[in-house]
């Protein structure tokens, strides 16, 4: 089945204790981004990745890092979770500059304390 | 600052009805836009693209363009209520960056 995974679901973490999320997609998208989506904000994107080895900053990158070493994967790195980084964060893939439509991972439901 | 502005609703229609649901983008090089649905407590995910002024149909879905207004639409006929949900308009703004609207909530009074 086609889709794009992330891990954890769930997570409640302390200021300052250092978390990576998981995404993984199996279609062979060369295009991977990261978005958060905050109530009466919609999704707003942090980091996006055109293929390995190339990102480049959305529209919120501050707090934030991600790599992309291998073409499926594309996790998201808080060195420093703040609380202002609780939210819903999705993961999306598409195919590149071919196709824009984005499809879009199960959410993180991240809160900070 | 790029902008995609939406209604953010509720919108309510009655099943059966025309649904409307409206959005303006600032970016006048703006060259792809999107709709997505989004369930509460899911993950968005896409009904339409258009990339050229005009209509497009798909289905009960029909998106229309119009760059010289920076405006999309996306009309849902005969709607049902399992189309409540919250609609989001995207538009990719030059190479990968997408913006995404705050969304219109759509109820669907059965």
């Known amino acids: 089945e086609a889709q794009v995974t992330q891990n954890p679901r769930y997570l409640i973490t302390v200021t300052g204790k250092k978390l990576t999320v998981t995404c993984s997609q199996n279609?062979?998208?060369?295009?991977m981004s990261w978005y958060r989506q905050d109530p009466g904000l919609g999704l707003r994107q942090i980091y996006y990745?055109?293929?390995?080895?190339?990102?480049d900053k959305g529209d919120v990158p501050e707090g934030y890092k991600v790599s992309r070493k291998e073409k499926r994967n594309f996790p998201l790195i808080l060195e420093s979770p703040s609380p202002n980084q609780t939210s819903l964060y999705f993961c999306?893939?598409?195919?590149?500059?071919?196709?824009?439509?984005?499809?879009f991972g199960p959410g993180t439901r991240l809160t900070v304390t | 600052q790029k902008e995609v502005e939406q209604n953010s609703g509720p919108l309510s229609v009655p099943e059966g009805a025309i649904a409307s649901l409206n959005c303006t983008y600032s970016?006048?090089?703006?060259?792809?836009f999107f709709w997505y649905r989004q369930y509460s407590g899911k993950s968005p995910e896409l009904i339409m693209s258009?990339?050229?002024?005009g209509d497009k149909e798909d289905g009960r879905f029909t998106a229309q363009l119009n760059k010289a207004s920076q405006y999309v639409s996306l009309l849902i006929r005969d709607s049902q209520p399992s189309d409540s949900a919250t609609y989001l308009c995207?538009?990719?703004?030059?190479?990968?960056?997408?913006?995404f609207g705050a969304g219109t909530r759509l109820f669907v009074k059965a």
């Open positions: 999306a893939s598409s195919f590149g500059s071919s196709s824009y439509e984005q499809y």
């Open positions: 279609m062979n998208h060369e295009y």
């Open positions: 990745s055109m293929n390995v080895e190339v990102t």
């Open positions: 970016d006048r090089g703006s060259q792809s």
């Open positions: 258009i990339y050229s002024n």
């Open positions: 995207a538009v990719n703004t030059g190479g990968f960056k997408t913006i």
